[in-house]
């Protein structure tokens, strides 16, 4: 039960306590899941807090398996890093269950200790089991609460917490628009600095490409259905086919090894990676994307304006589902549901896309319409409003 915390050099709770400024350099903190649907957004949310509030003091509250992304930011990002054990009530068993509880219970403990060294104005939830201890503790607690959901349908944490927080942003405009809050604020989806400055500054296509660059990704865990599909699909083409197309794969790190294998026999420009923490440069050179449809691939997609290919993940109340059948109602992306993947249909929406740039400008023209570089803005007004209430 004990959790893991981290400071970055030179930092000090005490200092924190007695001589962080008010106002324009508030203390907030922010608690998200440990998957990068989570993740991302809050790291985006402390970036531009970082860059427009010089001096502010920010501590990240997230589970152990979302140390390695954590570890990828900036350094200096967050003053103040704390892991809590991960207690997800998923297990059937019924110690695992138990033992889950006990973690549930003593995050509390845990938020109550964090709360009292860092003295918040502003607690911010971006989802998951393990923001719903510290925003629901800094509720009882009267310190101003926000929570940002990214899926269309809101995930479990969310519903619990939502009547109780001060302030609920969404990403799209159904999500929570039959209820009753205090406050809600549709702002759409922060998406991190480092893919904001690399669509100002990318180039537009000079022209067609001879070689049609298509970009795959399952997740940040990978997708091995997907990665089977793919590769059956490819070896359906002509070799005349395959001399026109260039891969880049990022499979998960389970995957990385055969897929590289079978990629080395089928005659094709092909790079494999287990993960990228470059997506911006990989965004950047695709002219289509075979893609899950978490929030963040797909905001991601409409800011570099790439037709794709969306296969939800089947799982999890049919979040991605949901995301991914908004996103082809406006004709942005093409919806596969995992469940009808075949290599022979595949195939078919990869060609329709090569063959096809007036389709592809289309989607591009779509996509441009639902992305933004607002809503790190959006929600730091409204945050604003929030940690002065507590000054």
Same mark, same amino acid.
């Given at each position: ?8 050099p ?6 924190e =306590? ?5 106002? =324009? ?22 970036? +531009?807090?970082?860059?427009? +509030? ?28 704390? +892991? ?5 009530f ?34 911010a939830g ?23 959901? &990214? ?7 969310? &519903? ?33 600095a480092?893919? +904001? ?11 067609p ?14 997708a ?8 059956q ?46 997506? &911006? ?10 893609t ?25 109340a ?25 290599? &022979?249909?595949?195939?078919? =929406?990869? =060609? ?37 209430r507590?000054?």
């Amino acid at each position: 039960m004990d959790p893991m915390e981290t400071l970055t050099p030179g930092f000090s709770i005490k200092a924190e =306590k007695k001589d962080a400024p008010c106002g =324009k350099t508030p203390r907030v903190s922010i608690l998200a899941g440990p998957s990068g649907g989570h993740l991302f957004p809050a790291v985006a949310f402390a970036e +531009y807090l970082r860059t427009h +509030y010089p001096g502010s003091i920010l501590s990240l509250v997230t589970g152990k398996k979302g140390s390695s992304i954590v570890q990828s930011v900036s350094p200096g990002l967050f003053n103040h890093v704390l +892991y809590l054990e991960d207690f997800p009530f998923l297990a059937a068993k019924p110690l695992r269950w138990l033992l889950s509880l006990w973690h549930f219970l003593g995050s509390f403990v845990t938020m109550a200790v964090h709360f009292w060294r860092t003295s918040p104005e502003l607690v911010a939830g971006f989802g998951s089991y393990v923001s719903f201890p510290g925003v629901y503790l800094a509720h009882l607690s009267k310190i101003p609460t926000l929570i940002h959901e &990214q899926n269309l349908i809101p995930g479990k944490a969310t &519903q619990w917490l939502v009547r109780c927080a001060d302030l609920v942003c969404v990403t799209f405009e159904a999500t929570f628009a039959g209820i009753k809050l205090k406050r809600r604020e549709v702002v759409g989806l922060p998406l991190r600095a480092a893919l +904001y400055s690399a669509r100002e500054h990318s180039p537009e296509p000079p022209g067609p490409r001879k070689t049609f660059r298509i970009l795959i990704v399952g997740g940040s865990q990978g997708a091995r259905r997907i990665n089977e599909a793919v590769l059956q699909a490819f070896k359906l083409m002509t070799p005349a086919e395959k001399a026109n197309i260039a891969v880049t794969h990022i499979t998960g790190m389970q995957d990385a090894s055969w897929v590289a294998e079978e990629a080395r026999r089928l005659g094709v420009e092909y790079r494999v990676n287990a993960f990228s923490s470059r997506m &911006q440069d990989l965004y950047g050179e695709a002219d289509m994307a075979i893609t899950r449809a978490g929030a963040n691939t797909l905001f991601e997609l409409a800011l570099f304006k790439v037709p794709a290919v969306v296969i939800p993940y089947p799982h999890a109340a049919q979040h991605q589902r949901a995301n991914a059948v908004f996103f082809s109602e406006r004709q942005a992306v093409f919806l596969q549901d995992e469940t009808q993947l075949t290599p &022979q249909g595949l195939l078919q =929406k990869i =060609k329709q896309l090569q063959n096809n740039p007036d389709l592809r400008a289309r989607m591009s023209h779509s996509l441009a319409q639902l992305g933004g570089c607002q809503a790190p803005a959006r929600m730091a007004v409204c945050a604003e409003a929030l940690w002065k209430r507590s000054n």
